[in-house]
């Protein structure tokens, strides 16, 4: 019985001990996002997977392509926005905590506002799906993002269960927002 006790909590612990690069693990050869921020956009694609390693296609509308090979194990060290981005621990957002449509209530209202989710686009057909949501923080690398909170959107199915369709970090004056305008399941 204690062992039974000990795997369950070492097995739920997990959930909240995932990562990017766990997520993308979920995803499947062929998988592929094109995010857009502030007009440049950034086509991300899974080219090899297999247990211990994936190998991901950055493709920037302005500049070269770049090929990532991630370890499972997160030994990658190579620096920039993908392997920092890969590296950040998820911590799941409860529903009550998420993000709202709409302007708050006025004081003494009850707010009866829908939980946001942002528009999903897969194989070009337009979804509007519950997300599950996840809250990060940058960690201190010295890059304008460093210590930044966040959050990350993960579409359900259709979407593919690798990429954030969304991502949100808290930067003044304004929140960073990268939105996904295409992704593909499985190509």
């Not at 369950?8 to 997520?23: E, G, I, R």
């Not at 080219?47 to 493709?59: H, M, Q, R, V």
Request: proline content about 10%; charged content about 20%; overall charge neutral.
């Amino acid at each position: 019985m204690f062992v039974h006790i000990c795997c369950f909590l070492l097995a739920t612990s997990n959930l909240y001990c995932l990562t990017v690069l766990d997520k993308l693990f979920l995803g499947s050869k062929g998988d592929s996002i094109t995010w857009n921020l502030r007009g440049n956009q950034t086509e991300l694609s899974i080219l090899e997977k297999n247990d211990s390693e994936i190998t991901l296609l950055e493709k920037p509308a302005d500049d070269e392509p770049h090929m990532y090979h991630i370890q499972r194990d997160h030994s990658t060290q190579e620096r920039g926005f993908i392997p920092t981005l890969l590296r950040l621990k998820l911590t799941p957002i409860p529903e009550k905590a998420k993000r709202r449509a709409g302007p708050p209530p006025m004081p003494g209202e009850l707010d009866v506002r829908s939980i946001w989710n942002p528009q999903i686009i897969v194989n070009d057909k337009s979804y509007f799906l519950p997300c599950s949501a996840f809250a990060v923080q940058w960690p201190s690398d010295g890059s304008d993002l460093a210590g930044k909170r966040g959050t990350l959107y993960y579409a359900p199915p259709p979407g593919t269960p690798a990429f954030p369709y969304w991502i949100e970090i808290e930067t003044a004056p304004n929140p960073v927002h990268i939105r996904t305008i295409r992704s593909h399941a499985g190509i």
